[in-house]
């Protein structure tokens, strides 16, 4: 039986995926870790990513086979310490490669982002292949990390396998430090019956994704025959793409009550390097990828799930 390793489980992907996990391989052979204490969880350690050491007994006592290495800090609250995100994201990954290596772990799994992306990318339909030459510290550490990654699958064999995440929305927890986190945040305010500011202006078009499709991709790539994939830096992943205007005008059909007005921040500086849209048709042709939510069954989800488990009290 595998037995997996989740770093950063308690941030709005990790949540989710150690879930879905748990489905598939039982609670005791996922082991989910943070940098935060967890006492709701039967079976959870407390982990610094940064102490190599610390993570060597995690990995060697749970016997560990698969690695799912979430922990990062986002684009936006990256560039209030870049000396400290590039820490985080890339040199306690490089730690992880070396411990994989040494360990011989079967697998492991990291997000990239379309954080890679920079100026100088396509920004429509943007390719798999492509200049990726990013303007913030988060976005640099991903390139870096894509680039190790392939490094030790060539050089050693390390099974490292990756996504592109685009935005991701979900309702079980609250993004933080993201530049796309307006998106789930606007949700929140509109069952409140709050008033929305977005920190985006209202076309800033960006590539968007239910939290089920990013789940169900990542679980469906690691579950991939290897000699399927030719790509180990990071595969494009893709599902649709839209405005804040936009889902504004999709959550206003539902509530017509909600108002929303824009006042860029320092994070449109950051969205207007990205791509607007993305080419994932590698992901498509070699693990046969396919999204099954757009942005109108999205807000359905979102709205439904937010008032179902009452993490929001609609008014």
Not at 174 to 180: I, N, Y
Not at 200 to 215: F, V
Request: charged share 20%; net charge negative.
């Amino acid at each position: 039986m595998e037995q997996i390793l989740v770093t950063g489980a308690l941030g709005q992907i990790g949540s989710d995926l150690v879930d879905a996990l748990r489905q598939k391989y039982g609670t005791a052979n996922v082991l989910s870790t943070d940098i935060r204490n967890n006492l709701d969880d039967p079976n959870y350690a407390m982990l610094d990513i940064l102490n190599k050491q610390r993570f060597r007994e995690v990995m060697g006592d749970h016997k560990i086979t698969q690695v799912y290495h979430l922990a990062a800090i986002l684009s936006a609250n990256g560039e209030w310490n870049p000396a400290k995100t590039w820490n985080v994201n890339f040199n306690a990954f490089l730690s992880l490669l070396e411990l994989s290596n040494e360990m011989s772990i079967d697998k492991v799994f990291f997000p990239a982002t379309i954080a890679v992306h920079g100026p100088t990318t396509p920004k429509t339909n943007t390719p798999q292949y492509t200049d990726l030459s990013p303007e913030t510290v988060y976005g640099i550490s991903k390139v870096s990390c894509e680039l190790w990654a392939n490094y030790y699958h060539k050089r050693y064999g390390l099974d490292v396998r990756s996504l592109r995440y685009p935005g991701v929305i979900g309702w079980k927890a609250l993004p933080h430090g993201g530049t796309t986190d307006y998106a789930v945040e606007i949700f929140h305010a509109a069952l409140k019956g709050e008033h929305y500011t977005c920190f985006l202006d209202a076309d800033t078009r960006l590539p968007m994704m239910y939290i089920d499709d990013a789940i169900r991709a990542t679980i469906e790539l690691m579950d991939a025959p290897a000699d399927q994939l030719t790509v180990r830096t990071s595969y494009n992943l893709a599902a649709m793409s839209f405005t804040p205007a936009e889902i504004a005008a999709k959550i206003q059909e539902r509530l017509p009550n909600f108002t929303i007005d824009y006042q860029a921040d320092f994070r449109q500086a950051i969205a207007a390097t990205w791509s607007e849209s993305i080419d994932d048709s590698l992901a498509r042709k070699d693990w046969n990828w396919a999204h099954q939510y757009n942005l109108d069954n999205l807000v359905d989800e979102m709205l439904h799930q937010l008032v179902t488990n009452k993490i929001v009290t609609h008014v």
